[in-house]
């Protein structure tokens, strides 16, 4: 059989274009989400253009015994995943600590924090015993530096930050490569679901060129075809008008 690969998060976005990017490299593929409709929608668009096979998971990742359920349901030969892509995240709400939502603060520890040690506690253990496979986290640039109204959203992402680098010393031992993608501004659903405003995009990235899916999904490509001797570490990747967190060059 091809190789293996689990994507998180695959219904849109960074999640969607790497599913697409990786399926047209060989890849066969297993995407999850919650929105059954989508994933069945690619699982189509990728079984017709690049011929390879696909499952499809929908659950939800912040459910432990969910996620167990859905990997536990693959067919055996469908376990030995070669490549895990843990993409599934996101930012709920931009308050201040004071006054965010609490329900935004379990949303956003639960899915990019939780969620993907619950998937990564399922696939490593069947990379170790086969002593080869590799890990690629999607963090942030707010993995690295913090600011206003962001402190979950970035605690969370530091937190992807240091799981990764833990991961690459725990997994060392048995040839396991360990990285991960850190974007700065990505126009996807992203501001969508944190603003919850259809509109907000227009408003975020105003007056620049923001990096899109296909930018990510181009980075992961990079790093999944390294020689064996390689491994990529960490990939911070920024539109050109971003220089930091929040240092922008706009054109209003």
Not at 27 to 35: A, L, Y
Not at 94 to 103: G, Q, S, T, V, Y
């Amino acid at each position: 059989m091809d190789k293996i690969a689990l994507i998180t998060g695959a219904t849109s976005g960074i999640g969607k274009a790497t599913a697409q990017i990786l399926a047209k490299n060989g890849f066969n593929v297993i995407i999850t989400g919650r929105r059954q409709d989508r994933l069945l929608q690619l699982q189509e668009e990728l079984t017709e253009s690049y011929k390879i096979e696909c499952k499809i998971l929908c659950f939800d990742i912040r459910d432990s015994k969910a996620t167990e359920q859905a990997f536990a349901s693959l067919p055996k030969e469908w376990q030995q995943i070669d490549l895990l892509i843990n993409n599934a995240g996101l930012a709920a709400g931009l308050d201040p600590i004071h006054k965010a939502d609490l329900n935004d603060w379990e949303q956003m520890m639960d899915t990019n924090v939780k969620g993907l040690l619950y998937i990564s506690r399922l696939v490593t253990p069947i990379m170790v015993e086969r002593k080869m496979g590799q890990i690629i986290n999607i963090s942030s640039i707010a993995g690295k530096e913090v600011y206003a109204n962001g402190s979950v959203y970035c605690a969370s992402k530091h937190g992807v930050e240091a799981i990764t680098k833990g991961m690459r010393i725990d997994l060392n031992p048995y040839g396991i490569k360990v990285g991960s993608i850190s974007p700065g501004a990505v126009e996807t659903e992203f501001s969508i679901v944190r603003l919850k405003d259809t509109t907000a995009n227009k408003k975020v990235y105003a007056g620049f060129t923001p990096l899109n899916a296909g930018d990510i999904a181009a980075t992961v490509e990079f790093m999944v075809t390294r020689p064996a001797h390689v491994t990529i570490g960490d990939v911070v990747i920024l539109p050109t008008a971003q220089a930091s967190v929040t240092v922008f060059n706009k054109q209003l």
